[in-house]
């Protein structure tokens, strides 16, 4: 079982920056994809941003060279670096761990954070 719990969010004005951390209980070293999701009320919870266990990112459209997702395997800990924010990134922001590897096999478990809401002024 992993636990995850979001930081960072906050009211910023727009074309600001914000850093969300996600904190997991455990090594993410075993977690096959880490990643950000977004959700505004009414409308359904969308992709922001995902690291694999190798590395490789992949980022929504919309906030593609805005936006950066990184993880520190020391510190269990992924980042989502937000810059030059706009209204339209109003949401509440949710950490996500997808599949683990225990022992050589691969685990589809699911884990979410609690969110954090993110607010740009306009």
């Known amino acids: 079982q992993v636990q995850l719990v979001e930081s960072g969010g906050g009211l910023v004005q727009a074309g600001g920056s914000l850093r969300l951390s996600c904190a997991a209980s455990g090594s993410i070293m075993s977690i096959a994809v880490m990643g950000w999701y977004r959700q505004v009320q009414g409308k359904q919870r969308e992709l922001v941003a995902r690291?694999?266990?190798?590395?490789?990112?992949n980022y929504a459209d919309s906030v593609q060279g805005r936006f950066t997702i990184s993880r520190d395997n020391a510190r269990n800990t992924v980042y989502l670096q937000m810059n030059s924010l706009k209204p339209e990134d109003t949401a509440v922001y949710y950490c996500?761990?997808?599949?683990?590897?225990?022992?050589?096999?691969?685990?589809?478990?699911?884990?979410w954070g609690q969110g954090t809401q993110v607010t740009v002024s306009s």
């Open positions: 690291i694999t266990k190798a590395g490789s990112t």
């Open positions: 996500n761990a997808d599949g683990e590897y225990y022992g050589g096999r691969y685990y589809a478990n699911d884990y």
